[in-house]
C-alpha cells in the first residue's frame, strides 16, 4: 500500500504545473510504526487517559524531502524549494484524506 502511495503521488507531481518550477525533484521515504512503537505509543496514550486505540494515527507514512533548484542562487533556491514543500502537501490532500487536526 505505501509503494502505491508513493507512485500515486510522484505521479501526481509529476503532472503538476508549477512544481518542476519550484524543486528539481523530491525524495519520497515510506516508513511503517514498528509493533514495539506501537505498544509503547498505546500505553504512553493509555496513562494519560485517552484511548490508546482510536488515538493512533501514525502506523504509517510518507516524507518528503524536497531537493532545491541548483540553478539558483541560495536564498532563492530555498525559497522555491519550501513553496514546493506546500505544492506536495495540497497535492497530497488532494489524494488522499487528512485526519483533522493532524497534519506535522
Known sequence: ALYAAQQQLLAALSAHP?????ASGCVLRTRTKSLFSMMKKMVRLS???KQASGQVFDLLGIRAVVQPREDLPEPEAEAAAVEACYIIESVAKQLWQGVPERTK
Open 47 to 49: 496513562k494519560q487517559g
Open 18 to 22: 508549477h512544481f518542476s518550477e519550484k
